[in-house]
């Protein structure tokens, strides 16, 4: 510690209570220790220590106003010779009136009376708080970084052994950044070289200014571009599918070179199979047990097979042609709309729960995926509707059976967005009242009497609700 030069000079004959208030002044807290380490006056400074009555500690062992990790730290204090060394700092855990610790950082000095010291501490609760936020932050820096290297060990594998080329170039200049060992086979150069060149240099001169062209006219996370291109090296005809992506506000264009498809691959694409493949897959869809239908993206069918038909309750498939899907699926249109919302962001849905309601007023619970489909002719939904009545009936019956309730708690709240909010209360009222009467019988012994008192119910009342519940099979204990 550097003290004062001259503080006989600079200070003056300071008495105890200039001194006192120099101390309050300057310390969170200072205690007045006598020779046995019994504490004998307190002043408190710390905004954070005034709320607490710490006067209760006067006459007690500063020893004991610690914890148990610092109660060796006090003994130091009372111990050490302060007259032949400067005095040293310590962190001690305080425990409060209220049972809390806090972290003060003591300074201990030896005052004119034989035996008698004072304990000047510092606060150390917000540096404490300060140093817990950084370790957090430090934690979770770390977790960041090892999910940071997972991502990128898997990016990694799958950027080197897919099967397609992949080239990614900065987009202003074109200079490759990243190429796949596919991408270097195409191209019939190493690694090292492709690095060390632009995008233009890895084509023939055709295909360059096309390219080019077509990088400046990408728009970020628009729909990719097709180009077919010739590579250089040996003036193959490739399909090239260029991306624009950013990354740290730096343009980037991912091209996918794939091979050009000959004329018979297009009529594969377009038919999908031959003819005679084309009658068993046609056949399939027609006798399918589940419903399988095709519409365009405003929904309307463009075609049923018969399980549809059976379902929507239809007599042929004109019936259908032309018409909304909505006209039968779904509980209401929340339902459909969610369907079709689903296809249009993601481009397909898988097993999800709603109903589909026949002409003639009846209706099956059924499980809907569906998918969109890119053809010739434009874009069009395919649904895959499954009959799951069965299923249903089973779990409710075997709900029953348990539970000798109509319906689980489970099975309401799946109700949510499904059944009108009036329905839906009712539903629940009964089947709270049905819980509780049981309860309150099995609480008593079937003792029905008993029951209509711990309900506080008349008894006639309680007779009434078991009838209507078909819960009067009981008998009376």
């Known amino acids: 510690m550097l003290g004062f030069r001259a503080p006989s000079q600079s200070l003056g004959a300071l008495d105890s209570t200039a001194a006192a208030e120099l101390i309050g002044a300057a310390a969170d807290i200072a205690v007045v220790i006598d020779g046995r380490g019994v504490i004998r006056d307190i002043c408190v400074g710390g905004s954070d220590l005034v709320a607490h009555d710490l006067l209760q500690w ?26 032949a060394r400067a005095p040293a700092q310590r962190q001690i855990n305080q425990i409060l009136p209220d049972g809390s610790n806090l972290l003060i950082l003591y300074s201990v000095v030896a005052l004119a009376q034989p035996g008698y010291r004072v304990a000047i501490g510092k606060d150390m609760s917000a540096l404490e708080r300060l140093q817990q936020k950084l370790v957090n932050v430090q934690h979770h820096m770390e977790r960041d970084y090892l999910r940071m290297r997972e991502f990128e060990t898997r990016y990694r594998y799958l950027f080197r052994t897919a099967p397609e080329a992949i080239i990614i170039a900065v987009r202003d200049d074109l200079r490759i950044i990243e190429v796949n060992p596919a991408a270097c086979s195409h191209c019939g150069l190493t690694e090292r070289r492709m690095l060390s060149r632009r995008l233009p240099q890895c084509f023939s001169e055709p295909s ?9 006219r990408l728009e970020n996370r628009g729909q990719p571009e097709e180009i077919e291109v010739a590579l250089r090296s040996s003036n193959e005809m490739l399909v090239a599918t260029l991306s624009a992506f950013n990354a740290d506000n730096v343009g980037h264009v991912l091209i996918r070179l794939s091979a ?3 004329d018979a691959e ?4 377009v038919s999908g199979l031959p003819d005679e493949h084309m009658q068993r897959l046609g056949l399939l869809v027609e006798q399918a047990p589940d419903a399988l239908v095709v519409t365009d993206p405003d929904g309307r069918v ?5 399980a549809f038909l059976d379902i929507a309750q239809l007599v042929s498939t004109e019936a259908a042609t032309g018409e909304s899907l909505s006209r039968w699926l779904g509980y209401d249109t929340v339902d ?18 709603t109903r589909m309601r026949g002409e003639f007023g009846s209706f099956i619970d ?3 995926s569906a998918v969109v489909m890119d053809t010739a002719d434009g874009s069009c939904f395919g649904f895959s509707i499954r009959n799951i009545s069965r299923r249903t009936q089973a779990a409710n019956d075997d709900a029953t059976a348990s539970t000798g309730m109509a319906r689980s708690e489970d099975q309401l709240t799946q109700l949510v967005g499904r059944v009108p909010l009036k329905e839906l209360v009712r539903e629940s009222t009964e089947l709270i009242e049905q819980l509780c009467i049981e309860a309150a019988l ?3 012994g079937n003792n029905r009497a008993s029951a209509a008192e711990v309900l506080g119910l008349s008894r006639q009342s309680l007779y009434v609700k078991l009838r209507r519940y078909d819960m009067d099979g009981e008998s009376e204990g």
């Not at 459909?336 to 729960?353: A, D, K």
């Open 58 to 83: 006067v006459g007690t062992p500063w020893e004991e106003t610690v914890a148990v990790d610092s109660a060796h730290k006090v003994r130091e204090f009372l111990d050490e010779d302060l007259a």
């Open 260 to 262: 050009k498809p000959s």
């Open 366 to 368: 059924v499980e809907v």
């Open 302 to 306: 463009l075609v049923a097979n018969s």
């Open 442 to 444: 099995r609480m008593t």
């Open 336 to 353: 459909y709309q969610v369907i079709m919302s689903s296809l249009t962001e993601h481009g397909s849905i898988r097993l999800f729960n």
């Open 266 to 269: 297009k009529t594969d694409v």
């Open 208 to 216: 360059r200014s096309a390219l080019v062209s077509l990088v400046g």
